[in-house]
């Protein structure tokens, strides 16, 4: 058998010299670990996603609000419940969407490079909450016109 690096005759069933094997050792010893990298084009996508999201769970509530009002007396008290779980899931994503896109414009103003995904999500962030807080109220007012 021979080493597969240096083509050394071996005298065992190993696929490498003991010679090699600490060169391996020697090489993997002095070479760092890789480390994460800043991008800069991420700055402030954590707060931007969360915005998203929680835009989009309003959104789900506030359509499952809906669904309730019209189901009798205690959904119709379910229902109110869940508009106002709309609204608590649509002020922070308001507030985060608001803080992602004035955050892309100054760092662009800044002159470093614009971080795209954290704009694009806190428009949809603003826009969600945005229609959030317009279905809700015309949500609530339904329901009180349809206990009238």
């Known amino acids: 058998m021979t080493c597969k690096h240096c083509g050394k005759e071996l005298d065992c069933e190993a696929d490498v010299c003991d010679e090699c094997k600490a060169k391996a050792a020697e090489n993997e010893l002095l070479t760092p670990p890789p480390t994460a990298e800043y991008n800069p084009r991420m700055v402030g996508f954590k707060p931007a996603l969360t915005g998203a999201i929680a835009a989009a769970i309003a959104q789900i509530v506030a359509a499952v609000s809906v669904a309730l ?40 103003k800044a002159g470093q490079p614009l971080p795209v995904a954290t704009l694009v999500l806190g428009i949809v962030a603003c826009a969600l909450a945005l229609g959030t807080a317009v279905t809700v109220p015309v949500n609530f007012l339904t329901w009180l016109i349809a206990l009238l």
Do not use: D, N, Q
């Open 69 to 108: 009002l019209y189901s009798g007396w205690f959904g119709a008290i379910l229902g109110l419940l869940f508009l106002a779980a709309a609204i608590v899931f649509c002020v922070p994503a308001a507030i985060m969407g608001i803080h992602s896109i004035l955050l892309s414009v100054r760092l662009k």
